[in-house]
C-alpha cells in the first residue's frame, strides 16, 4: 500500500496576490558584461586624457633619444671611416667627404708671334627672300723675302783735328782708302766692332758723304767716343756661319776631344779655314761641322779657339776681339778627354 499523501500546508498569499517573475530577476546595468565593457572603455579614456594633460603641462618629459657616438679611426689614408657605437641604430649613415683644395697655377703670359697671316675681306650676298649675308674672304698676304737688319743709325761727329779722318773699306789699316772726312764733320753711323775700335758709315747719309757709306772710321777719330756704345755690335756673315780660319804662323792642331790630352787627327796652317757648329761653355774649344768640303775627316773633331778668327777679318794687323763672335755658336757637350 502506498504511504498516505501529506496534506500540502496552506501558504498565506500576500497582499495584492502574486509577484510577476521579471520583477525577481531584475539586476543592476553596471553587473552586466556590456556595462563592465562600457566602465573599462570609459576607464581608458579618462587615463589616456590624463597622461595627455600632463605631457602638456610639461610634467611627464619623453625619455631623450640616445644620440649615436662617432668614433674616428686614422689609418695611413687620408680616408676616415666613422665607427657608429649607439644604443639606438640611425636610419642612415653619414660618411664624410674631404674637400678638395684647388692650388692656382700660374699661367704665363703668352709672347705674341708675329706671322703672315691672310688679309680677311668681306663679301655681301643678297638671298631670294630679301636678306643680307656677309661672307668672310681670306686673302693670302705675299711672304715678305728676308733682308739684312739695318741697325738703328746714330749721328756722331769728327773731333777738331789738323787732319782729315780716314775712311777704310774694312775695320784695318790693310784696307782700301775709300774717302776722308774733314775735322767737326758729322754723318751717321750704325755699327761698331766689339772693341770699339772702328765704327761704319750707315748706308742713309746726307750729301757730301753719300759715297762713304759703308766705309769704316777709327773710333778714335770721333769726338763722342762714349756714345758710339748706342751703336750694335758688327756681325759678319762668316761669324753667323761659323766661318772662322787659322791665324797662327805656327798653325794649330785638330784633337779628337776638346783637350790638350787628345789625340791629334791633323794639323792646320795659317789662311786654313773651317765651318764650326758648337762651343764649350768657357769658349775655349771650338767643334767642326760635318760636312768639310776640304776635310771630311775632322766632323765632330775640336779645335782651340786662341788661333781661330772670323774669316773676313783674316789677315789683319790688329786682330780683334773674337769673343762675342764665338758666343753665336752654340754651347755642346764634348766628348769625355782622355783625363775623365
Not at 94 to 121: A, F, H
Not at 227 to 249: E, M, Q, T, W
Request: aromatic share 6%; net charge negative; charged share 20%.
Amino acid at each position: 500500500m502506498g504511504s498516505p499523501e501529506e496534506p500540502t500546508p496552506h501558504v498565506k498569499k500576500p497582499p495584492g496576490g502574486e509577484k510577476p517573475p521579471e520583477a525577481e530577476s531584475k539586476k543592476s546595468f553596471w553587473t552586466t558584461l556590456p556595462g563592465i565593457l562600457t566602465a573599462i572603455t570609459s576607464l581608458v579614456v579618462a587615463i589616456a586624457g590624463l597622461i595627455a594633460a600632463l605631457n602638456n603641462t610639461g610634467w611627464i618629459r619623453p625619455r631623450p633619444t640616445p644620440n649615436p657616438t662617432f668614433t674616428s679611426t686614422s689609418t695611413a689614408t687620408p680616408t676616415y671611416t666613422p665607427t657608429l657605437t649607439p644604443t639606438v641604430t640611425p636610419t642612415s649613415t653619414v660618411t664624410p667627404t674631404p674637400t678638395q683644395t684647388l692650388i692656382p697655377t700660374p699661367t704665363g703670359t703668352p709672347t705674341p708671334i708675329e706671322k703672315n697671316l691672310p688679309t680677311p675681306s668681306e663679301t655681301f650676298t643678297l638671298t631670294p627672300d630679301g636678306r643680307l649675308t656677309v661672307t668672310p674672304t681670306l686673302t693670302p698676304t705675299e711672304t715678305p723675302t728676308p733682308t739684312l737688319v739695318i741697325a738703328a743709325k746714330l749721328e756722331l761727329c769728327m773731333r777738331k783735328m789738323n787732319d782729315s779722318a780716314v775712311v777704310r773699306q774694312g775695320p784695318d789699316i790693310t784696307n782700301p782708302v775709300l774717302g776722308n772726312v774733314p775735322s767737326e764733320a758729322c754723318l751717321n753711323f750704325d755699327v761698331r766692332l766689339p772693341d770699339d775700335s772702328w765704327v761704319r758709315i750707315a748706308e742713309v747719309q746726307r750729301d757730301p758723304y753719300q759715297g762713304l757709306a759703308g766705309g769704316w772710321v777709327k773710333a778714335e777719330n770721333l769726338n763722342e767716343l762714349r756714345d758710339i756704345d748706342h751703336l750694335d755690335i758688327y756681325k759678319p756673315r762668316d761669324a753667323l756661319d761659323g766661318l772662322y780660319c787659322v791665324n797662327s804662323f805656327t798653325g794649330i792642331n785638330v784633337r779628337d776631344c776638346a783637350d790638350k790630352a787628345c789625340a791629334v787627327i791633323t794639323s792646320l796652317r795659317r789662311g786654313d779655314c773651317l765651318i764650326f757648329n758648337g762651343r764649350l761653355e768657357d769658349n775655349t774649344w771650338l767643334r767642326v761641322a760635318s760636312g768639310q768640303a776640304d776635310y771630311p775627316e775632322l766632323a765632330e773633331k775640336w779645335a782651340a779657339a786662341v788661333n781661330l778668327i772670323v774669316k773676313e777679318f783674316l789677315g789683319f794687323l790688329d786682330p780683334h776681339e773674337m769673343l762675342p763672335y764665338f758666343r753665336l755658336l752654340p754651347v755642346v757637350t764634348p766628348p769625355p778627354t782622355p783625363e775623365g
